[in-house]
């Protein structure tokens, strides 16, 4: 796990913190102004993710749908025949035949080269293979192809190729569709882009960003991604129709595998595995990969055996001994439809794994975490003068702010800063 920053946030120092967030509505969701990558991984890594500026945990214990993070070491990752031949496919229609020829005849591979060529498959290798900037020239290849990291920044050319997905992948109306929809969704980010030196002395670009897919200077695929110290992290993957028959999600997962392996990133995030959606099982065609243990907050392969281990309604028993809830309690809330909302039931009676009790939270100080506001900076005690108030009083402002910080994390208490500016929520 990526250590954090040792600079406590104080109103001092304020500007130094690393995770700014605004607590909303459900105890599980908190809208975050700023982030440094660093904390967003170390979030990532205790079943947090994001959407645009909204950082959101799932309670898997209530939930329909419960929504497991998994990840992939790059370093062990092999390719299937299939993903092979999706490469192989795309770099051919890209290169062409008449180039391929010429190529072959202008720059010949010595036998040791072609050799190694076809018999080994070299993921980072073969995925750039077909990129106009390393294509060697002449001649010329039939069509041109590029690849470039960019800010998240909102384009008219980005929101066409989003229009067009959503409306022939998603088969959404193009009413529902909106260009401030799509800015909300994918051109807005908390994290901070920066770079971040590892222990071995590498540098490294973190933060969000769209990695834009070109061909023939149109743009026709775009990957958001957050780039943290320790992974990459996919938030959403669109492509425009043209290129659907080249299996563009699947080049697209496997470029940001490529780029966790040539970038030092190591894992690849994927999203959030359910196992009851059809659409998400393409998710553990890459492995190996391991998924997150929400009650221990611990990594376990991702074999048949865990596999396994899904009930019926997706939710993944990892040893019987860790539940809390019995099986009959738990089908009678699937079946009659009742889930448990945040907004009428406590965090710490909503039976989410993995976060300390709220007798556990009475020993942390809460005291002296940092509070923003529209005319500068103070402590929580300060501002809410909760001196006579506990953890256990429902509805006030120490129980919520407890609240938040045990599905954060007690040991980020002093990287937190709460933001109730004015418009910041």
């Known amino acids: 796990m990526q250590e954090m920053q040792a600079t406590q946030a104080t109103p001092d120092n304020a500007s130094l913190h690393t995770i ?7 105890s599980y969701y908190a809208r975050a102004t700023s982030l440094n990558p660093a904390s967003y ?38 390719t299937t025949r299939d993903q092979r031949q999706a490469v192989n496919r795309f770099n051919k229609y890209v290169i062409g035949d008449a180039y391929a020829k010429d190529a072959a005849r202008l720059y010949p591979k010595s036998r040791e080269q072609a050799r190694k060529r076809d018999t080994e498959f070299d993921l980072v ?24 990291l960019e800010p998240v920044d909102f384009t008219e050319e980005k929101y066409r190729v989003y229009e067009n997905y959503q409306r022939t992948v998603h088969r959404e109306s193009s009413s529902s569709i909106s260009r401030d929809g799509f800015k909300r969704f994918l051109c807005s980010s908390p994290l901070r882009r920066e770079k971040f030196t590892a222990p071995d002395g590498r540098e490294r670009q973190v933060g969000s960003f769209h990695q834009c897919y070109r061909l023939d200077g149109q743009l026709v695929a775009i990957g958001v991604l957050d780039l ?26 496997l470029r940001e595998i490529a780029l ?25 065609d890459f492995s190996p990969q391991q998924i997150l243990n929400p009650n221990t907050l611990g990594w376990a392969d991702l074999t048949q055996e865990i596999l396994g281990k899904f009930d019926d309604h997706g939710y993944l028993h990892f040893a019987s001994t860790e539940e809390s809830r019995s099986a009959s309690s738990m089908e009678e809330t699937i079946q ?11 965090l710490f009676s909503s039976g989410m794994p993995g976060i300390p009790s709220r007798e556990e939270m009475r020993s942390v100080d809460l005291d002296r975490i940092t509070v923003r506001l529209n005319r500068g900076f103070c402590y929580a005690v300060d501002l809410f003068e909760w001196h006579n108030e506990s953890v256990e009083d429902e509805g006030s402002a120490k129980a919520d702010v407890a609240a938040l910080v045990a599905v954060l994390g007690p040991d980020l208490i002093g990287n937190i800063c709460l933001d109730f500016r004015r418009g910041s929520i």
Request: aromatic share 12%.
């Open 336 to 346: 009659t439809g009742i889930d448990v909302r945040e907004d009428e039931a406590s």
């Open 20 to 26: 700014v967030v605004s607590p909303i509505g459900h």
């Open 260 to 284: 966790a392996i040539e970038g030092g990133y190591r894992w690849w995030y994927p999203g959030f595995y359910i196992h009851t959606c059809p659409k998400m099982r393409y998710k553990i």
């Open 41 to 78: 991984q170390t979030l990532v890594d205790r079943c947090w993710r994001r959407s645009g500026s909204l950082l959101y945990r799932p309670n898997q214990r209530d939930a329909c749908c419960p929504h497991y993070a998994v990840r992939l070491d790059s370093a062990r990752f092999r």
């Open 125 to 148: 290798e073969r995925i750039h293979e077909g990129e106009s900037t390393l294509l060697k020239r002449p001649p010329e290849p039939s069509h041109a192809f590029t690849v470039t």
């Open 228 to 253: 943290l110290p320790d992974c990459v992290s996919a938030v959403y993957f669109l492509y425009h129709e043209s290129i659907h028959q080249y299996s563009p999600g699947k080049l697209g997962a």
